[in-house]
Nanobody, 124 residues
Framework: VQLQAYGGGLVQAGDSLRLACVASGRTFSTYDMGWFRQAPGKERQLVAAISWSGADTYYADSVEGRFTISRDNAKNTAYLQMNSLEPEDTAVYYC??????????????????WGQGTQVTVSS
């Protein structure tokens, strides 16, 4: 599967953005999805994850209550709605997919497919 991430940009603190990750192929509904981010000089970290069905989700503590992950399997798309953005959210955001319906996946080592990344910059 190929993943393409969209929706990044430059916003001010307190603003919102919605990222989208569009997947190629016919089996998107069998993939567990995750959104990661990587800031300069820092390791890539999981932001949010969603199971193949959308029934289960996970959020990093730093974004809990501000970000929402969702998916539309009919559109082969996963979303990350980001509200109340903070300068600390500035990073390149990546979507990732893990095949075979394992469920919510936290560790990046289990994700097989990665999108190209989209830059999110939040100014203070």
């Amino acid at each position: 599967v190929q993943l393409q991430a969209y929706g990044g940009g430059l916003v001010q603190a307190g603003d919102s953005l919605r990222l989208a990750c569009v997947a190629s192929g016919r089996t998107f509904s069998t993939y567990d999805m995750g959104w990661f981010r990587q800031a300069p000089g820092k390791e890539r970290q999981l932001v949010a994850a969603i199971s193949w069905s959308g029934a289960d989700t996970y959020y990093a503590d730093s974004v809990e209550g501000r970000f929402t992950i969702s998916r539309d399997n009919a559109k082969n798309t996963a979303y990350l709605q980001m509200n109340s953005l903070e300068p600390e959210d500035t990073a390149v955001y990546y979507c990732a997919a893990r095949a075979r319906r394992y469920g919510v996946t936290i560790s990046n080592i289990y994700y097989t497919y990665w999108g190209q990344g989209t830059q999110v910059t939040v100014s203070s």
